[in-house]
Structures are given as structure tokens and as C-alpha cells.
């Protein structure tokens, strides 16, 4: 097999494990809490453990206060790390895994896109401004054909801002993603469990303890450790452009996923709605890239022949 065949190949079963794990980190919440464990007991397992394994990092990278501050350490933790997962489980309590799979990163890649014009002077161009429109009316579409608006789809909604806050600040001080996962990780876990041992409600010594390890291996192993590589070494294969787009798939996968594990009855109108964020999605997302690209590639020509005149010239 050809090595460039062979690294795409490669390329594209790193993109499949990220973007399977992302979903399906949405459907075991929404499985945890429809089952035998609540959501403070999925936060608990979520970065007790991750921050097991990401504790070295933490050590050998430090927890960030020298580029974030202590301030920003904390709003990483706040953003993205304990209250955001237990917001995103109490979601799952009344809003079905294709409503988070659409709902979550449809709104953190549109408030990612408005955050970075406000705040950091982002152009958006005609590419994402398209994936905007059709992101939002997906997501407009979704909430409206699903028998309404329940808690867990505006508590999707506040989620998917926060993430898009966590993302903000990770680039603005330029720390690197599995350094950022272990701040977050080891912090969380700081926090977070002596709350969880002392004053929130239980459920673990109830459940079955197929049902913890499950939780426990794929929440703090495969999200928080596996998922982050995974997509890395797909983005490094594949490119920035093919990388960029793996998030977009995250609504369409999470919808087949619940339809088939869960059995959750997934109508036309909620269908047609993933698929038009997923669109969006891909439109946001790959924008910025698909311009460089093109930018790249239209300037080399120019380049090379600018070259040859001054061979020729000389």
C-alpha cells in the first residue's frame, strides 16, 4: 500500500475513534442518568479518574497559573470542567442524545465564531457566515419539531456557550490541548470531590458496578485522554482542513448512536435538522482553514513563476 494512501487510512480511523468517543460520551450521560446513576455521580467519575491519569501532565506541565494566571486556571475549570459536565448530565435527564449531540456543539461553534469577531477581531467571511445560517437554523429546527422546549435543551444551550468560552481562552493563551485537559482534570477533581463526598446525593453504592467501571472507562479514560490524542493524530494526518471538520460529524453520529443504543425515536424533522447543523458545522469549522488553503495554493504559482522570471532575468 502506498505510504500516502496508508496515512490517510491511518488518518481517518484516529478521526473515527475521536468522533465516536465525543458522541458517545453524549449517549453513556444520557444512559448514566436514565438508568442507575445521577449526574453528580458521573461528574465524580468523569475527573476522579481522568485526573488520575492526567496528574503527570499536570506535574510535568504545570497548572497553567504562568500563561492563565490563577484567575484563568479557574475559569477552565469553571468552563469546561466539573460544573459543565454536570450541567451537561442534568441536561440528559430530560433532553434525548440527539438533541446534545446537535444542540452542544452547534451553539459552542457559532458562539466560538461571534466571540472571536468581538473579542479578538476574527473575520468571518462568506464561508462561515453560510455555516452560521444553517447551523442556527438547524438548531432552531431541532428545538421546535422535538415536542418542545424542555430544561435540558436550554441547559444544552448555556453548555455549548461555556465550551465556546472555554475555547476562547485556551487560544488566547495559547495553551496546549492535553495540557489544558489536565488543568482541568486535576482541578476539577480538587474542587469537586470533596463537594460530591460530603454534600451531594449518591447513587453509586446502588448501582451496578458494571454500570460505574462502564462510566468510569469511558468518561475519564476515552473523553478525557483518548478522544483529545485521537483527534491530535487525525488533524496531523489528514491536514488542518480534513482535521477541522471531524466536530462537525459529532450531531449526525450522536443521533444514530441514540436511535440504536438508546432507541430513541428520531422523527424526519429532527433528522433533517442534525444533518443541517452537521452541514453548518462543517462550513464554520473548515472556513478559516479552506481560505488559507486556498490562499496557499493561489500564491505559490505566483511565487514559483516570480522565481523563474528572475532566473531567466539573470
Known sequence: MPPRIRKTLTGLGWAAIAIGVWSGSLVMLRLGVTTHLNAYDLTMLRFGVA???????????????????FGGVLALIGLFGAPYVLLLSLAMTTAPAAAAGALNPGVMAVSSVLLGRLVLGDRIGGIRMAGLALAMSGIVWLTSSGGGVTPGHLILTG???????????????????????????VGSAMLYLPLYTFA??????????TDILMQ?????????????????????????????TLPALIPAVTLALGAVLLGETVSIEEAAAAILVTLGLALILVGRQARQWLRDRTQAPSRRSLMRSSRDAG
Open 216 to 244: 468510569a472507562g469511558f468518561q475519564g479514560v476515552l473523553v478525557s485522554v483518548v478522544a483529545i490524542y485521537a483527534f491530535n493524530r487525525s488533524a496531523e494526518l489528514l491536514g488542518p482542513v480534513a482535521g477541522a
Open 51 to 69: 485526573s488520575v491519569i492526567l496528574l503527570p501532565v499536570a506535574l510535568r506541565r504545570g497548572l497553567g497559573t504562568d500563561r492563565l494566571g
Open 159 to 185: 453548555t455549548g456557550i461555556m465550551w465556546a468560552l472555554y475555547a476562547l481562552v485556551v487560544r488566547s493563551a495559547g495553551v496546549p490541548a492535553l495540557n489544558a485537559a489536565a488543568i482541568v482534570a
Open 200 to 209: 451531594l446525593p449518591h447513587a453509586l453504592s446502588s448501582a451496578p458496578m
